[in-house]
């Protein structure tokens, strides 16, 4: 049967009614600062913790409830003997119910506080707390979370006591939630320090928080949650949805991919996508005309796709977009006007964002483990013409828009290019004379040939001296690159080596 109950909360939503029914249970409640005030301002009956410890807090409330009358009381374990007679001769009160919530270093941390400000929201005593309780568990009620109060109060009434499951599940989000919470605090400091390279971290810290279930994975049969970073950068924290269905997982990979896609660029931007591979991509000098050249690279497979594009929507832009079934559309702004045209689609799910992709890393499962590396941010080490004939400037200006778009199309990717427009994508292949092939016929007329990786043999040269390329951009880097620039020399066609693949396995 609990007895006292030591509540301590930063969140004080819903505590005062918690209080009152722990009270009108029998149980005695000692409380600290903010919140002893807050229940004694409402008539509760409560003991304030320097009363129970003897010890008034110190330094500036950083040492209040850090004591072994507090930790004595919520660690014994009851069915012991030598731990209630230990009690017991230091005249220690067991505490049978914790209620604490954190300060709210997660949302303080994205406040530009100073670094000095933000280091005083780092809570030591409520995790300790919390962390005592959940081992404790069998014998102690931990709540960390304002939603549980209401778990609790109908289990009491219903039997007087709280399940021994129910306890546990509360311990385990206590251990969540302070893993978090210790989560952020580390990437944090690891922002802040002046040379961050230098520091390698033992143990890999990520901080998510769920954001909502999903109602299934990438097919039917798989379930699927979607969680955000704590520090709430990023697209997924900065969408609005302005229309349509809720998101689904697969949804929210292509969005994302598309994206980024247009955030490439300074131009006016569009990229449709498909199956997170981007299916049209140009730039334009209009949201219409961006989008119609998008559109026309490829007018089959954007049916059913993601379009992104990084400038306003206009109503003439949105009036041909709903000439086509889409599932998103995704834009910084969209004017009244289109967003009317728009809604007349009822399931499109048209999104607002005005954040650029910001993630510095990125994490991939494997099996008994993760993969972690850097985002790819970088696009050439240095354009280096390798051939006796040059490119234009108008075919540079290609080679480089072609390269962007690459970084996003799986490897082996290649992509043809015409006046900042994608012609031809070809990605995914095993070879990379089959993505040329694939990517030359798709691409009609175009004339810049851009790929993802060197040429290990000629005959992607070759295969593009049939089709009136004019230019190639590759990394370069194999032992065979000559054979490549001879080809070109021979065909009079210019080459670029940009010195960096772009891989996207």
Not at 259 to 274: D, G, Q, R, S, Y
Not at 344 to 351: F, H, M
Not at 446 to 462: E, K, Q, T
Not at 467 to 472: L, R, S, Y
Request: charged letters at 30%.
């Amino acid at each position: 049967m609990m007895k006292r109950a030591l509540i301590s909360v930063y969140d004080k939503n819903g505590i005062v009614e918690f209080t009152k029914f722990l009270v009108e249970h029998g149980i005695e409640v000692i409380s600290t600062g903010g919140t002893y005030s807050l229940l004694k301002k409402n008539n509760i009956e409560v003991k304030e913790v320097a009363e129970v410890t003897k010890a008034a807090e110190m330094l500036d409330g950083r040492v209040k409830t850090l004591h072994p009358v507090v930790h004595g009381g919520i660690l014994a374990i009851r069915d012991n003997e030598e731990h209630m007679k230990t009690l017991k001769e230091r005249e220690i009160k067991t505490i049978d119910l914790v209620c604490v919530n954190l300060y709210p270093f997660f949302e303080k941390a994205n406040e530009g506080l100073t670094f000095e400000e933000t280091v005083e929201f780092i809570d030591i005593g409520g995790p300790t707390m919390l962390r005592s309780a959940a081992k404790n568990f069998k014998d102690v009620v931990v709540i960390s979370d304002v939603e549980d109060y209401k778990i609790v109060m109908e289990e009491m009434k219903e039997s007087g006591e709280v399940s021994f499951e129910t306890r546990k599940y509360l311990a385990m989000k206590v251990f969540n939630l302070t893993t978090a919470y210790d989560s952020a605090i580390c990437e944090y400091l690891l922002n802040h320090m002046e040379n961050k390279d230098k520091h390698s971290n033992k143990y890999l810290s990520l901080s998510y928080e769920k954001m909502e279930d999903l109602r299934y994975g990438e097919n039917p049969h798989q379930e699927a949650s979607v969680f955000t970073n704590t520090n709430k950068t990023g697209m997924l924290n900065n969408i609005v949805i302005l229309n349509g269905k809720a998101l689904s997982y697969n949804n929210i990979k292509d969005m994302d991919i598309a994206w980024k896609v247009v955030n490439e660029f300074e131009e006016i931007t569009c990229c449709a996508l498909k199956h997170n591979t981007p299916c049209g991509v140009a730039v334009g000098d209009s949201a219409l005309d961006a989008y119609s050249k998008a559109y026309s690279c490829d007018n089959v497979s954007i049916f059913g796709g993601i379009v992104a594009i990084n400038t306003k929507v206009t109503k003439e832009a949105a009036e041909e977009m709903k000439k086509t079934f889409l599932e998103i559309v995704i834009a910084p702004e969209f004017e009244e006007e289109a967003l009317e045209v728009l809604k007349t689609k009822k399931n499109l799910r048209v999104i607002k964002c005005t954040s650029k992709p910001s993630d510095k890393k990125e994490v991939i499962s494997v099996d008994g483990g993760i993969l972690v590396q850097d985002v790819d941010r970088k696009l050439y080490e240095e354009l280096k013409v390798v051939t006796k004939a040059n490119p234009s400037k108008e075919h540079m200006s290609d080679m480089i828009f072609g390269m962007k778009v690459c970084k996003y199309v799986k490897s082996n990717a290649i992509v043809v290019v015409k006046d900042g427009m994608a012609k031809g994508i070809a990605g995914g292949q095993v070879n990379r004379i089959w993505a040329t092939t694939q990517a030359i016929d798709r691409a009609g007329d175009g004339v810049i040939l851009a790929s993802d990786g060197f040429f290990p043999f000629r005959d992607c040269v070759d295969e593009a001296s049939k089709h009136n390329i004019k230019g190639i951009i590759q990394p370069g880097g194999s032992m065979r690159d000559n054979e490549s620039i001879e080809a070109c020399n021979e065909y009079g066609i210019p080459m670029v080596l940009s010195g960096m693949r772009h891989f996207k396995h």
